[in-house]
């Protein structure tokens, strides 16, 4: 029985909270783009090689071991379809931070946030709808709720990259009033992200506290997949152990908000993705906050 529940059971979020969480994301793209200077651009030329390294790991590798990990673990086909759709999404702007504390390459975090936002706005559909498809399971769930791709293109495009490109046109022609916001739009940011889980948590106690011993080890050994998976790509290519920093922390954080949307936007909240998407949310600030500890503590 406990298949059939986790499968179909679907969390409750209304139009209005689904509304409120898409003008957060909205505003936390809106703090990203505010906070990729010119300079930041221009360095890009520095970092070419961690940046490349970086999204690489980000959307090609981190999906391809997801599945692997999926043909491992063999979870409940809710919870396979959200492990695909987190490691779809691109880079949380929380990681940016939590590279700063860990002693990382701030500069390569910024970037790769940044562009992995963008190049999301492509990635993010199409990763979600190869992988998704691949497994007969998950592929049935697919199409039960017609998905087609350019929608998701779209809802993404809307809460990415619409506030990103209004972000870097206040920092271009209000570069003041840019430097004044920045960084309140980083705590914003934050505690916006965290009261949006609290939400839905909040909201789907009952089934959380049911089903959350389902994903824990899933959810703990896919963001460790993940941590590691940018840590040692970006070591084995021979980057700089900042650098190494940077990525393992880029591609172990998720923009699982993003992935929340997405989850109450296409599939009505479908339990099993929702409580993976939202456990994630908690568990990825948990573990970066344990990597940027452990990255301190080392010498560079």
Known sequence: M?????????????????????????????????????NDIVSIVDYPKALFIGLFAQFLLLPAFTFILILFLQPYPSIALGMILVSACPGGNLSNIITYLAKGNTTVSIIMTAMSSVIAIIMTPINFSIWGSLLPSTASMIKAVHLNPFDVFITIFIILGIPITVGQLILRHYPNFAERIRQPFKVLSFVFFILMIIIVLAANYHNFIQYVGVVILVVFLHNALALNIGYWSAYILRLSERDCRAIAIEVGIQNSALGLVLVFNFFNGLGGMAIVVAFWGVWHLIAGLAAALFFSCRKI
């Open 2 to 38: 406990e298949i059939v529940s986790v499968d179909h059971i679907q969390l409750n979020f209304n139009a209005q909270h689904l509304f409120y969480m898409n003008i957060v994301i909205g505003l936390m793209m809106l703090g990203v783009s505010l906070d990729i200077s010119r």
